[in-house]
């Protein structure tokens, strides 16, 4: 690709992808060289260099080019990263000398090989500035990060504990008893449908309840192995008044209506045994105004802040919320998004720093008690300063084994929020983030709302911008507790907006089959990418459901239908796959091909067997994934070299028969049923032919 524009000047040229004009590739660890080179006409102007680093604040600086010894048209310069963690961002101006105009080359904002584009202004990198032209962007990580291996790759299952499982010996009229508030709905049938109306008196506040507990899930521990889930990401599990729990009225009591401190141990025990692993849902932001740390309502024994305001007391809790005064006279506070059930704290407060991140505090309490790190809730809300203490006390807790995995919709390496760019994954705060970019380019693929390039080019651009550690302990999902469903995404039904028509509205037969067949394209693409493949509790047998609370539905245990039994052993039979090949976990990424309809990429190990961390791992050096989206035509895919291949058969323990001829001495890849045993070449090359809203998957021998 050659650049010439309305400057007159042609062959520019900048790939930040390519090793030939950016090394190393992608994010690097502090005080790394990197080495950027750009291409310009021999008798052009002379390229100089500008770039700004930092986080908070960011410093700017320009150099000049030398002639590079590679190419005749080439010009080069090495620099070191800064010591400390942060941004660094980057372009090139040149100087025309006859009009003494400037003009740029800045980052493209669509270009597959991250080249760039001329300008005539230059980049803008300053938070508060928008950011058009853009820059090149190198996120510099602390060169001391590591994740935990085990994250590494893992399947994680999200459960919403009132609605995947009741326990054995659940009762209704015991869980009445044990925490009735006047505003709770308790549902008799764990098949009626979720609430939207809420009570008479008080309208929907999120307070019906269907009976899930953490025994419940317990006693589904068997489905979740067959799921082969690895972790467990629970959404609240404290004490507090809605079905949510996100409105925390107790950090340190585990909810009665999910079984209190008994059905924790009991769960906690189940899933050690299975060797599945848990984090918590970390609400620190936020309280629930029901709360003993609050207590607007005066239900919990000791005063609360809102109560030491009202009453004239004494409160502990009371530097942890802002008030003030209305005009006439009432009391206002801070509250998260202006909701007056969910008053904001002070994260900044020691006292409140103390109870949450101390020695003694809440993280630590439950690291104790079994759990592998926390999800934190609307991380972007937290100061860093926060975040980098919660780490350093998981750290510390697990041995650098434990997880904080954020709340961060956005690019998390140059995510900004009140002003700043964040330091979310360079190593001091975050060892996860969830993967909401993933969702966005893999929906809008399958859907036709983005081009196999443009997706392409999404991810592409994740994988420049993640440090390696962290992108492969990403949280890949494609639904979850805040978006609609994923079958309803892939179907194509418009969101009706009023949550009457929401509830009413179910997918027709032909939407149903259209979602499920995406969405098994969509496991395909989770559990071949790099990071944690991510499954919604019930996503695996298509639950439908637009925005919360019609996301939240119970899982239909002894329900199923033949479709959902089936999509459901695609779901067991993929995710052991994943668990199988240590090379869809920490292996190398390739695109092979992305264009329109087609979507091929590769998983491989390099030729000593190592993976993308440097670690030997056993099984295939190579796994090939082709996704055709399209609805009508079958789409092929040629392979530039003679490969022996095993084809992935999810359909039965069989294996998949093909057209080409049987390699009688080729190696077996896997013992294991799901995976079959023949070998075949194609000519001279392997040719894919993919049918429509199908794929195929193939694991090379060598």
Known sequence: MTHTGDHGIPDILHRSRSL??????????SGTCVTLAIDAPDNGPTPILCYAYGLYTLTYHEMSMGKSDASLNRYEVTLRMSADAGLFFYWFKFFRGDNGVNFYYVRSSGDMTGAGRLSDVPARVGPHEIHSPHAFQITVFDETMRTPDWMKGALIYQIFPDRFSRESSFSIEAVQAEDDKPERIFHESWDEDVDIDGKPDTGYVACD???GSLRGIAEKA???????VELIYLNPIFKARSNHRYDTGDYLEVDPLLGGQAGYDAFAREMKAGNIRFILDGVFNHTGADSRYFNKYGRYPETGAYQALVEGGISRYS???????????EILYDSWWGFPELPNVDENDLTFRDFILGPHGVVAHWLRQGASGFRLDVSDELPDSFIREMKKRVSAETNGEGVVLGEVWEDASNKISYGTYRDFILGRTHDSAMGYPFKDAVIGFLTGALSAREANHRLETQRENYPAPIHSCVMNLLSSHDIPRAVNLLAGVKDPGDRRLQKSTR???????????????GFVFQIGYIGCPTVYYGDEVGMEGFRDPLNRRTYPWGRLSQRQEEQLAFFRRLGRMRKLFPVLRTGYYRTLEAEEDLFVFERTLDDDGKDLFGSERDGPRRIVFALNRSRERSLSVSLSEEVSVSEF???????????????SDAPIISDDPIISDAAFIFEKRTVINVGPLDFRIFICAG
């Open 319 to 329: 530097s942890w919320y802002s008030f003030s005064k209305g005009k006439s006279g």
């Open 649 to 663: 058969d999810w359909r039965s323990d069989a294996a998949m028969i093909s057209d080409a001829p049987i390699v």
């Open 20 to 29: 030939t004009y950016r090394n190393p590739f992608g994010a690097v660890p």
């Open 222 to 228: 068997d489905y979740l192995q067959q799921m082969n």
């Open 507 to 521: 997918l027709t037969d032909d939407q149903l089959e259209l979602g499920f067949r995406l969405h098994r394209l």
């Open 209 to 211: 309840f269907f009976g």
